[in-house]
């Protein structure tokens, strides 16, 4: 079992910034594949970001290529999640998810945190 817990969503300007935090416990969350995921306003869960277990490798959905950067440090067991130069469709609850693999698969992943909201204004 893992156990993750977010932070960092709020309010944001459009062209603004904000860094999310994933806090993760419990069994060896270092062995796992980080992602986050993340839920407009009445659409489904979407595939924001993954990075593999060293960090070496990450994946971007098309819409946040360039502006968002996710991260990791196993020391601390967290994961963030730079996001810069928002826009307002970038608004939504952010979810941080462990997996065996770097999919953008929401149903590859086996535990969620319960979310953060983000909510980017023009």
């Known amino acids: 079992q893992v156990q993750l817990v977010e932070s960092g969503g709020g309010l944001a300007q459009a062209g603004g910034s904000l860094r999310l935090s994933c806090a993760a416990s419990?069994?060896?969350?270092?062995?796992?594949?980080m992602g986050w995921f993340r839920q407009p306003p009445g659409n489904e869960r979407e595939f924001v970001a993954c990075?593999?277990?060293?960090?070496?490798?990450?994946m971007y959905a098309d819409s946040v290529k360039g502006r968002f950067a996710i991260s990791r440090d196993n020391a601390k067991n967290t994961v963030s999640l730079q996001t810069d130069s928002l826009k307002v469709e970038d608004t939504g609850v952010y979810y941080c998810?462990?997996?065996?693999?770097?999919?953008?698969?929401?149903?590859?992943?086996?535990?969620w945190g319960q979310g953060t909201q983000v909510t980017v204004s023009s």
């Open positions: 998810a462990a997996s065996s693999s770097c999919l953008s698969g929401a149903r590859n992943y086996n535990y």
């Open positions: 990075i593999s277990r060293s960090g070496f490798t990450r």
């Open positions: 419990g069994r060896t969350p270092s062995s796992y594949v």
